[in-house]
């Protein structure tokens, strides 16, 4: 079983309509870096200058990764990664 | 009232791409918040001081600059509360000019967050949206959940489990889908989020945000109209998301923009916030640019308490720029500012406003806002709400047998009238 991770509904015209995407890696940033080399059009959107666009939050199993190991944070299979945005709220 | 949409769509504050008007947040390319964009050259042609003050003094005489299409469906009698001259609180705080907007008596739910709903509601109408919700610390729940009720909408509120009884039953009675989440407030909006993602629902502060603080730029053109179109030199805000503050500022800017205000926004912005949960002051105070989130908020000021503020980077950014500052204070001296507030001005906060008042001394005493200069503190929200922050702080009342006797031993010394 694989790490999923779930693409938010703005995204996924770039996923050919895909809600999730299965990937591999033991870590955040190794799993979204096997989600951009599958669909290289995400990259721009989810990255900036090699680092997560601070208006998105990365999510694993429902825990926010800033509170965890950021990108670094391990990542086993059948673990799902939520990529969110963050602009909410107040 | 002519029904007049100056805004020209939604523009993301990063990049500047303009998006049509639609139930979105964010920038498709980078994330980035969206904002209504107004044709502001066109509002200073129709707009005047004599058109405004003709209207019903409510938030929607300043209608050409909020984002509605039609006429306000939703919260017409929302806004319009006083701006109160506040010399006893002057005289404890030592300074000379002090004045509070009360928003503790907005209609209909005692808080300012009848602005933004009022707005984002009559927009979601717009949009033909018959089911809406929120993610909430509290006075958002009783505001989506009053005027949702009032407007025959369908309504999902989750809050934090944690909240005061007074706000979780003070939505419930409207009849709302109430979802208790057991979480922090960050959590239970990050699960609005997915829900709004997922069904395409109205969430006022999710996907109708843009239109939604919007509303709050009333609370400002009201400060600066009743001290006869003129702005203050000082304000202090509470901050939770972070956007009061910064629609405050803007509405100044606006009045400049559109010709009702001719004396430069000079303004400077102060931010208040509990120390149990102070990403926005620690950012300002330890001069980082991007707020660190704080993950477990700790602290009685419940509607304070967001960890990772929305619009916590631009509200550092302006408090900064305008040459203000920011302050957090402890629960302590939080109910210590209700109490004074309620002893000098017969108002009583809600915790927030506890909050901003002791800010407000803080600043003074730190010599940040200067004794002779003006002031406005802004009060968001109603002391009946949070009462279990107080229970065990004021005193009870004294109790005696109805008898004369028994009432004078209590009060012994005063002089009874002449027989």
């Known amino acids: 079983m694989a790490v999923k991770v779930e693409i938010p509904s703005p995204l996924r015209e770039l996923t050919g309509g895909l809600t999730e995407v299965s990937v591999s890696g033991t870590t955040v940033r190794a799993a979204l870096d096997d989600l951009v080399r599958q669909y290289p059009t995400l990259g721009p959107k989810l990255f900036e200058g090699g680092k997560v666009r601070p208006y998105i939050n990365i999510f694993v199993n429902d825990e926010d990764v800033r509170y965890l190991d950021d990108l670094q944070t391990a990542v086993a299979a059948g673990q799902v990664i939520a990529v969110i945005p963050a602009v909410a709220g107040g | ?208 945000r843009p239109y939604y603080a919007e509303g709050s730029k009333t609370f400002g053109y009201e400060i600066a109209e009743d001290l006869g179109w003129r702005f203050p030199q000082h304000v202090v805000c509470p901050m939770a998301g972070g956007a009061l503050i910064g629609k405050i500022h803007k509405a100044f800017g606006e009045l400049n923009s559109v010709g009702l205000v001719t004396q430069p926004n000079t303004c400077k912005m102060y931010g208040a916030q509990a120390t149990g949960c102070n990403p926005i002051s620690d950012a300002v105070k330890t001069n980082k640019e991007r707020h660190k989130p704080v993950r477990k908020p700790d602290t009685i000021c419940k509607s304070l308490a967001i960890g990772d503020p929305a619009d916590g980077y631009f509200a550092a950014k302006l408090i900064r720029e305008t040459g203000g500052w920011a302050e957090d204070v402890t629960d302590e001296e939080i109910i210590e500012g209700i109490s004074l507030l309620a002893r000098t001005e017969g108002i009583f906060a809600e915790t927030a406003g506890g909050a901003t008042v002791a800010v407000a001394r803080k600043l003074i005493e730190q010599g940040r806002l200067p004794r002779g200069e003006e002031i406005v503190l802004c009060i968001t929200g109603n002391g009946l709400k949070t009462l279990d922050a107080l229970y065990e702080a004021i005193e009870a009342p004294v109790q005696i047998k109805p008898a004369l006797a028994e009432f004078e031993s209590l009060f012994a010394g005063r002089e009874p009238i002449a027989a």
């Open chain 2, 1 to 208: 009232m002519p029904a007049l949409d100056f805004s020209t769509g939604l523009r993301c504050r990063v990049c500047g791409k303009l998006y049509p008007k639609d139930a979105i947040n964010f920038c498709k390319d980078d994330f980035g918040p969206l904002e209504v964009d107004y044709d502001y050259p066109a509002i200073a042609r129709t707009i005047t001081r004599a058109k405004v003050e003709k209207r019903p003094k409510t938030m929607w005489r300043y209608r050409e600059l909020l984002p509605i299409t039609g006429e306000p469906t939703v919260g017409p009698q929302v806004g319009g509360t006083p701006l109160v001259r506040g010399d006893r609180l002057a005289d404890a705080l030592g300074v000379r000019n002090l004045w509070i907007k009360n928003d503790a008596v907005n209609f209909p739910t005692l808080s300012f967050k009848d602005r933004v709903v009022s707005v984002a509601l009559s927009k979601a109408r717009e949009f033909g949206m018959k089911t809406v919700g929120c993610a909430s610390t509290g006075n958002l729940a009783n505001s989506v959940a009053a005027n949702g009720a009032a407007a025959g909408l369908e309504t999902y509120i989750l809050i934090p489990a944690s909240l005061e009884r007074s706000k979780i039953l003070g939505t419930s009675v409207f009849g709302s889908n109430v979802v208790a989440v057991d979480g922090t407030y960050d959590e239970v909006n990050r699960l609005c989020t997915q829900i709004a993602l997922k069904y395409g629902w109205g969430f006022v502060n999710v996907n109708l």
